[in-house]
């Protein structure tokens, strides 16, 4: 199945209970050795193997979205972005690796809530970095902590190996979707005066980050019967933090409202006002038959959830009709004085 890898409907799911869930560890391994990172930074395979499996099991698999096979899911489509001409013609083999290190990592120990839950609950993450980009600077020392753990990149100089975790930390805290407009304002000025210039080192990276917070979100731009499998999952775990928000008395995040929301309603607006801002510019950067591939599935998809709201909203207001009404009687039918018995 492997060698189906950069295609975009390549099914993830299929994939992992075929490699009896370890899709992150073969996925990553095959793509480093596909890329020649295993020859080309002489790295022990090994440490390798460990370090893989040492992130797999840093995720945690009851979390509904949250786990490895999302973060395998991200690093197929971050290949498929490295893939593309513009970046497959300028990246250095240190961008491939760092680029596919940061898919692999970028939720790594993911507690499966957002950050204002942390913060609201004073967890200790929240206190350490003093409520800024919570998440992704704990998936960040996380990975670097495996990393170092590891000894993959122990042979390496040192300054190397601290500009690597640098780096790689940079991407990773790309993913914060708070942050989602200041990327996507620098991205949308870049292209509008058409100054990226991919043999920069800067414009390079910043190319990776937007391309690994493409992958991070691209469920919609799945085949329905993908994108619709993440959807649901991920729904189940917001509804999951609002089960717990609800129960220790806590304001409930109405995006993780199980009573007033749904699947539907959460997937419109994310597609709407996160997701389709930007894939539009990563589209105008990368014109190519995977990006309208992606913007295709996008709008099928979105059109898809809509229609099944309809119905759904259709089916609710028919019951609530039927309720409202009283039942009539038959017209035919006689009825009985009190007390009197039918022939």
């Known amino acids: 199945m492997l060698q189906k890898v950069g295609n975009w409907n390549f099914d993830i799911f299929l994939f992992d209970r075929l490699t009896n869930g370890n899709s992150l560890v073969n996925l990553t391994f095959h793509l480093f050795n596909t890329y020649g990172l295993i020859e ?3 790295l022990d395979m090994v440490k390798l193997r460990r370090f893989l499996v040492m992130i797999q099991e840093d995720y945690h698999c ?8 999302h973060a395998a899911d991200v690093t197929q489509a971050m290949y498929c972005y490295l ?21 692999a990592t970028h939720d790594l120990d993911h507690p499966g809530v957002n950050q204002p839950f942390l913060i609201k609950t004073d967890h200790y993450l929240a206190a350490l970095y003093k409520n800024s980009s919570v998440l992704e600077n704990h998936h960040w020392k996380s990975a670097v902590g495996l990393l170092r753990e590891s000894d993959l990149l122990s042979h390496l100089p040192t300054e190397d190996r601290l500009n690597m975790e640098e780096r ?13 407009n200041d990327y996507l304002s620098e991205f949308r000025t870049h292209l509008d005066k058409g100054e990226l210039c991919l043999t920069n080192g800067g414009h390079r990276h910043f190319i990776l980050q937007m391309a690994l917070k493409c992958a991070d979100i ?21 509804f999951h933090q609002g089960d717990i928000e609800r129960k220790h008395n806590l304001e409930v995040t109405p995006l993780c409202d199980r009573q007033s929301n749904s699947v ?3 997937q419109i607006g994310f597609m709407a006002y ?3 801002p930007l894939f539009v510019e990563w589209s105008r950067f990368s014109d190519t038959r995977l990006s309208m591939t992606m913007m295709s599935h996008l709008s099928l998809n979105k059109q898809g959830w ?11 207001s028919r019951v609530s009709e039927e309720q409202r009404t009283p039942a009539t009687k038959d017209s035919n039918s006689k009825v009985l004085p009190q007390g009197s018995k039918g022939s």
């Open 218 to 238: 691209c469920n919609p731009c799945r085949p329905w019967k993908l994108s619709k499998q993440w959807s649901e999952k991920v729904t189940e775990e917001f």
């Open 306 to 316: 809509k229609e099944g709201k309809d119905k759904q909203e259709a089916s609710s």
């Open 83 to 103: 893939q593309e001409p513009k970046l497959a013609e300028t990246l250095t083999s240190c961008d491939i690796l760092l680029g596919l290190l940061a898919a």
């Open 274 to 276: 996160v997701v389709e």
């Open 264 to 266: 539907a309603n959460i």
């Open 62 to 69: 009851q979390n509904p979205y949250h786990n490895a096979v």
């Open 40 to 42: 080309l930074f002489q």
């Open 168 to 180: 790689l930390g940079s991407l990773i805290l790309a993913t914060d979707i708070s942050r989602q």
